[in-house]
């Protein structure tokens, strides 16, 4: 399930058209579409978070709880290797925008290793009751990509094989694909790459691009129609 890019294209430059506020290039709509896709994408985590402290409801198909969700687990991966850096530091996959669980696999049982700060670490470390073990290991993230593993040995070793993890990753680079044919820009479907996200999201894809091609051309009009437009959807899916 995707949402088509073309279609947000065509709807974007057919609102533009019809208020008379310019021409929207392709360069300009694919860098405002991947905008507009991580404001969407991001605005999930925060919208979840408001709705876990409201009490839901009974229904399978309005609760706003399991729709978020259900639009968060497109993106959800499960038991994804880890690449080995040296003994102890692993390097988490290149797509990865929220860590989830981390497991270690001493060839007997899958083991949850247990986040840490780097605080926190050294801290146990100089407790011989709260080291870290095999059997109860953790891990302080060392960068934005790595992830530094205690005990620092450990018999399987760490590697690809036996530390895996679950995680919510970043969506894929939406792109309209085109040619130049005449001067003019043509739709190339093999070269390009829908958006990532629920069906549900080609309106507010719609209206947020609007909203910031209108800021790159200065123009507040066009700002205004893709705010009361999606200011009425929101209204909308509130009541």
Not at 50 to 77: H, M, Q, T, V
Not at 112 to 118: G, H
Not at 139 to 161: C, K
């Amino acid at each position: 399930m995707a949402v088509s890019i073309d279609t947000v294209y065509q709807r974007v430059l057919a609102i533009a058209n019809k208020e008379q506020r310019g021409y929207i290039t392709p360069q300009e709509f694919n860098l405002f579409a991947n905008q507009a896709q991580m404001r969407i994408f991001e605005n999930y985590f925060y919208e979840l978070d408001k709705f876990l402290r409201i009490p839901g409801n009974d229904s399978a198909y309005s609760d706003r709880i399991n729709i978020l969700e259900e639009k968060i687990a497109f993106f959800e991966k499960y038991n994804i290797d880890m690449t080995t850096v040296n003994s102890a530091t692993m390097t988490l996959p290149t797509d990865v925008y929220r860590l989830g669980t981390v497991f270690y696999n001493d060839s007997t049982k899958s083991i949850r290793v247990e986040s840490v700060t780097p605080k926190e670490v050294e801290l146990m470390q100089q407790t011989a009751l709260y080291k870290a073990t095999q059997l109860r290991p953790v891990y302080a993230r060392r960068s934005a990509t790595t992830l530094q593993f205690y005990p620092s040995s450990a018999t399987p070793a760490y590697s690809t094989t036996t530390v895996n993890c679950n995680y919510v990753a970043q969506p894929t680079t939406a792109y309209w694909g085109y040619n130049i044919t005449l001067g003019q820009a043509t739709y190339n479907q093999a070269t390009t790459t829908d958006f990532q996200l629920h069906p549900s999201e080609e309106t507010s894809l719609v209206f947020d691009i609007l909203e910031l091609a209108g800021i790159m051309m200065e123009d507040a009009n066009l700002v205004n129609i893709a705010n009361v437009e999606e200011a009425a959807k929101t209204q909308q899916e509130l009541t």
